[in-house]
């Protein structure tokens, strides 16, 4: 059928779907085209649900309760939960197979996992191939949950020899909802505004969500990049089930632009890991033949070998690869709506939903067709691991830090989510000048079968192409700014296996006392605590100079930012406040040392001036539109999640009419806030005038600065912002003057103009460990993800730049040499007094995908110390007078 005529016969059978709801036989025929008879005992979606799919968007709780229904009344289909989302909605799986390999699936498991020992043997042709098809883990990519549905039925309900087939040599996952939450909010939005009849225009309310629309999770999190940091509920859940299989073949069904047509994998090598085998890759285009096929059996349109990346192993179609399996991604054109007008034509719900269902079932016919050539692949793929790290320098890698237990055992969990073999170490090591203690660091031997993915959260990769759909800088131990080490001796003394995280026991060390307690600020979990505490009404101080104390248990080391809660002074009892302690431990899991006197073996006493009250933090976080809304979601997370503090978001749109004055902390994230107009940005300079401290991240620093909320500048391009010039030249950026227009290839165009872009990379800072917003870090290295174009100017006052970029500062990932020599001396973070207030501003997002644990404790730092800290105009002025 040509491409306009079949245009034409979908609007007609989308619109008699649309708007009557009564044409269950035409569409039957229109989803399930020449596919034979159907079991009438399992109910159609449109039968079970009281509307015909693509007429309407289904819920997550009725996604639910129709695969319940197909379970019931299929005994190919079984069903069951792994877990729940933050808004305690089920997260479902569903096993599709002939009930002979039900019957016998733990041993077709056991079977089948050992593809991924490179000792054993390949499995034989006889056994089932594994399948695994995901749908809407961004929730307002509208076609994929109802495709689920429709891919569900048709295995529980065909009666084809050929689908028979399928089923007795597979076993296929369906995971029909992965972000619930973000579905269920595009779906009261869609279906709130959809029109009967349906309107076309991409200007209709139905086409354009409101702020933060459904693509992300609870905490406004994508899902899609958290295969590998794990931040998420979801996310945890779901790699749980995925090692229990390692599937040969997943897929994950996505949407892009309505102007698009269709897209599935191979992309191009440019976009492929350098550490992938090519023959992964390759297989992609293997089953792309059967894909091909399904779409052009129906006349759609697509693309192949573009744009998309296959990178790294944060997405859900890429980690597959890194344990052998083919992963793709499929994104087809969305309606967002039930019907939209676009460049290609009109383009309807029915007819992207088709599209995906038609390249799902293709799916399985091509591993069904393929399987052999998919078990020797894995089989392969772990065998080459084992070559692939061999040949590296790097033999073993060395982590944990005996000053910071929790941030460690956060890494080791990670580690064992991801099956990575990891060793406890026999004794004390020091390597590349670092020292890692007995049963407080751990060894994880390069020589292993998931050596690809030790690579991924270890290793640098410098990359050479210049464009990527995201971010190209991933190695979570840099994220997490903690100790490590690559040995490449080939041999080192292991201990034993280690198979899961050592449970900290927070105490109380020494007992009770009658004069304070003291926390060292080092531990990850340090700031938990301190929030514990101050929820209970106790007095923290904390530490601007290190001392060393005489304990119970001798001579202790405390450096910058230790917690020091005094036993006088207290509203609460001393005995009430041991037990406070001992329960702020537990929770915490830190260990508090009691101290019995106030005179100090060295440095400080506890009675010092530089020992500094804390004030309870109560923020306020910028939300709704125009704000970076994964920005604004990673600090809820991290509020929410790590101290447990009611962050109160207020909407930009509600700040002038706000009362600031019961909060003493406002972040602002990346994001424009240009609607705000003068009245409301006077209101907050005279707020941090008054005492506040407000902190902002990337293009929100840019605005600051420019508003003259603070004096501190930024370069933007090769212009630099100043609250009292305005914009003037800048020294860093500044372009060499030439009066020769340049002249390129336009298809050069691309390539040219996205190589400018710093999409996600890593970058190292020099960061000062004296400053209150750096206390706890245990390193003047500190790496950051940089994934704008902001640029701070290091401060005029001298004590006020936290971090500087270093002179050579590109670690991993790719940025364009122009824009690193950019970066290089620039200013990562500054602190600025205004008033009585003080302005933090971060060049970066320092929450980034909730997995820079290394940067978002500053941010910490900065809601609890900034208030603390003097100079900035009074220093500068002072500097000026020398």
Known sequence: MKPRRFIQATLQLAAALLLTGSQLLAQQDYYFPNSGSFDPKVPTPEQFLGYPIGSHYTRHDEIVAYFKELARTSNRVHVEVIGKTYEERPLLIATITLP?????????RQEHITLADPAKPVIPATAPVVVHLGYSVHGNETSSGETGLLTAYYLAANQSAETQQ???EAVVFIDPSQNPDGRDRAANWHNSYKSSPPVADPLDKEHVEAWPGGRANHYLNNLNRDWLA?????SRSRIEFFHKWYPNVQ????EQGANSTYYFEPTPKRHQSPIIPQSVYDFNAVLAKYQAKALDDIGSLYFTKENYDNLSPIYGSTYPKFYGGVGATFEQASSRGLVQETSNGTLTFPFSIRNHLATGLATIRGAVAEKEGLFRLQKAFFQSALDQAKAGSTKWYLFGDSRDESLTQNFLDLLLKHRVQVYELNDAVTAEGKRFEKGKAYV???LQ????????LFEEIKLTDSIYYDNTGWSVIHAYGLLYAKIGSPT??????????RQLAGSVDGGKSAYA???????YNASKALYLLQQKGVLVKTSFKPFTANTPQGKQAFSFGTLVIPVAGQAIQPDSLYRALQQTAAAAQVRITSAASGFSAEGIDLGSNNIKALRQPQIALAFGQGVNYEEAGQVWFLLNQHLGLPVVKIDVSNFGQASLKKYNTIILVGGNYNSWEKPVTEKIKGWVADGGTLITFQNASAWASKQGITSEQVYVDSTLINRTAGVVPSEAGAAKGSNAAERLDYIRQEDVEGSKRINGAIFLTDVDTTNPIAFGINSRKLFINKNGSTLLVPSKNKYGTVAQYTSNAFISGYAPRQNIGKVNNSAAILTASEGLGKVVLFADDPTYRNYWLGTNRLLLNAIFFSNLISGGRQAIAAEAEE
């Open 251 to 254: 897929i994950d069904f996505h």
């Open 444 to 446: 994880v031997p390069a």
């Open 100 to 108: 002979e390999n039900y019957s016998r699936l733990e041993s077709i």
């Open 492 to 501: 080192f003394a292991k201990g034993d296996a280690v198979k899961s995280t």
């Open 166 to 168: 399928w089923l007795k």
């Open 449 to 456: 079968p998931n050596f690809r993915i030790v690579h991924s």
């Open 230 to 234: 794990l931040t998420q509920t979801e």
């Open 517 to 523: 307690y003291l926390l060292n600020w080092s531990d």
